[in-house]
T-cell receptor, first 115, second 114 residues
Framework: DADVTQTPRNRITKTGKRIMLECSQT?????MYWYRQDPGLGLRLIYY???????NKGEISDGYSVSRQAQAKFSLSLESAIPNQTALYFC??????????????FGPGTRLTVL | DQQVKQNSPSLSVQEGRISILNCDYT??????FLWYKKYPAEGPTFLIS?????DKNEDGRFTVFLNKSAKHLSLHIVPSQPGDSAVYFC?????????????FGQGTRLTINP
């Protein structure tokens, strides 16, 4: 079984609809992240959470919200989807260890299309 | 403003030869650098990393070089194999209060030709 799972894997929706993307992990990591990937722009950080009670905005948080329901679950919501939110969305996890860096592990991605 | 740049969108290399992927950054606060590899329909997977206190890190066929004065890093793959065909992302992180926020480059699509 995959350590980081994302649902749905693909979603097509219409402008103005509310959408939720879900991420679950079995790695036991405390930190979770949401990124979006656009052609020619690489991955950009939307939100990140260092534990259940700690949520922070990333580089491009406008139009998005998140919920950390449990250590293993981190959801991304688009309250009113717009076409320029069409992208590939990735969830990632990592384990904190003071000032040392630990790699982030990514889920398989959710391809979202907003018509 | 793109803080991490991969100026080559694509690279084609003969199997068995060396692949060199390049990455430039502008933020002097970055002190940890990583390369991720991504296959279609999968998430990025960690490949190799380097701390700013080093100038080289090697792991099997993969070597990352860091030139802090030029704010440049490169990934060398020797010898290149067909399975190395993928998109490679360079990423950088400032370690501030334990933060691990990655800033990614645009990616370079590497194709290994038989």
């Amino acid at each position: 079984d995959a350590d980081v799972t994302q649902t749905p894997r693909n979603r097509i929706t219409k402008t103005g609809k509310r959408i939720m993307l879900e991420c679950s992990q079995t790695k036991g990591h405390d930190r979770m992240y949401w990124y979006r990937q656009d052609p020619g722009l690489g991955l950009r950080l939307i939100y990140y959470s260092f534990d259940v009670k700690d949520i922070n905005k990333g580089e491009i948080s406008d139009g998005y919200s998140v919920s950390r329901q449990a250590q293993a679950k981190f959801s991304l919501s688009l309250e009113s989807a717009i076409p320029n939110q069409t992208a590939l969305y990735f969830c990632a996890t990592s384990q904190s260890s003071g000032l040392s860096y630990n790699e982030q592990f990514f889920g398989p991605g959710t391809r979202l299309t907003v018509l | 403003d793109q803080q991490v740049k991969q100026n080559s969108p694509s690279l084609s290399v003969q199997e068995g030869r060396i692949s060199i992927l390049n990455c430039d950054y502008t933020n002097s606060m970055f002190d940890y650098f990583l390369w991720y590899k991504k296959y279609p329909a999968e998430g990025p997977t960690f490949l190799i990393s380097i701390s700013s206190i080093k100038d080289k890190n090697e792991d099997g066929r993969f070597t990352v070089f860091l030139n802090k004065s030029a704010k440049h890093l490169s990934l060398h793959i020797v010898p290149s194999q067909p399975g190395d065909s993928a998109v490679y992302f360079c990423a950088a992180s400032p370690i501030i209060q334990g933060a691990q926020k990655l800033v990614f480059g645009q990616g370079t699509r590497l194709t290994i030709n038989p």
